[in-house]
């Protein structure tokens, strides 16, 4: 997508006072969480290893990582939904101060999820159930947190929220089957954020639609955000350019690990994590009125989160790596105002 399009389509804000500048309370906490995959052999696959951060009222960050780093395991462990073969290693997720760890699946689902913090999670909109009418998946997703309800005021309470947000009410008629991918998407985040949660957490909600669809979800999020119905949200994507224009901070993934934490223009215009640099230089990223620059592939793979990992996890791909790299595991520090996982970044 192009930058400008989003540009054009953006609501929240101006560039100075950028959604993401946050308020004072954190609303949302992780604490040193590993969650491993458990195999049916028996063997641990670290997935998520050691993330902290914290997100205040108002703030928009943005996880940005290769295929593959740990996003959406990180997104299931952020809302306590630990489906086999996923399970909590360590660390704590809080909601408003309050632990999630402890809790029980269905406790989390019922009183969490939705109400709480909204998840989207990656792909949603290929897995509606095709033998239920919008309206009726909506209806389904209520009557789970709130029991039986009435479903002639539910479905008021629907036409209301469509109408809102622009979208078409003959769409809670139709059966999944019969509208667009991005209409199914569109519907998705619609349900998901009917219980005015504080808190989005949407899973690459772009990925696998069309550049003009794209921009139409965007502007939805967006929307939804300006008018209220939200006020924070994580934003997941592998597109780090797309990032610029949506989040006020951004959080850099690798293998399963956050290697660098700044604000937007701190990790687009001035990466110091070796990583971070190779993943800008590896996107389209023409911002107005300057000059397309040629993407550069980072070479290699990530490597197998399976075997054990010694030292720096980026350390066999990094252009920058030093002798001891491969030796020395790599901790959180402060550069340039921001974090960064690299002993020589600077
Ligand atoms: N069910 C599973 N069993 C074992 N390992 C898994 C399972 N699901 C994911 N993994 C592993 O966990 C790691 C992180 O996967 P995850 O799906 O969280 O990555 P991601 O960053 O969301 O990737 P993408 O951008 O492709 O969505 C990968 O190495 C993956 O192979
Ligand atoms: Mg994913």
Known sequence: ??????????????????VGSGGNTPIFEVDDLHLHYLTRFGDKIPAVAGVSFSMKQGEVLGIAGESGCGKSTLVNGC???????LNPTSGDVRVAGESIMSRTHADVRKNVLAKKVAMIPQGAFNSLNPTRKIKDIAADMI??????????????????????????????????????????QRSVIAISTLLNPKMVIADEPTSALDVTTQKSVIKMIFDLLDKGIFSSMIFITHELPLLRHVAGRIAIMYAGQLVE?????????????????????????????????KPVAIEGAPPNLAKPIFGCRFAERCPEARKDCK????????VADRQ?????AS
Do not use: W
């Not at 989003?6 to 101006?14: A, C, L, R, S, V």
């Not at 809302?79 to 073969?85: C, K, N, T």
């Not at 960064?340 to 020589?344: F, L």
């Open 261 to 293: 934490v700044g604000t937007t223009d701190q990790i687009v215009f001035d990466p110091r994590h070796p990583y971070t640099k190779a993943l800008m230089g590896s996107m389209l990223s023409a911002e107005p009125g300057q000059k397309q620059r």
């Open 143 to 184: 009557a789970s947190h709130e029991g039986n309800v009435n479903r002639k005021e539910l479905y008021e309470r629907l036409r209301d929220r469509f109408n809102l947000i622009g979208m078409d009410q003959s769409i809670l008629n139709s059966y999944p089957i019969e509208i667009t991918a991005g209409m199914r």
């Open 327 to 334: 030796g020395k595991e790599q901790e959180i520090r402060i």
């Open 1 to 18: 997508m192009a930058i400008t399009d989003i540009e054009k389509n953006k609501t929240p804000g101006d560039k100075t006072e950028k």
């Open 79 to 85: 809302m306590g939904l630990f489906i086999p073969p």
């Open 340 to 344: 960064v996982r690299c002993a020589y």
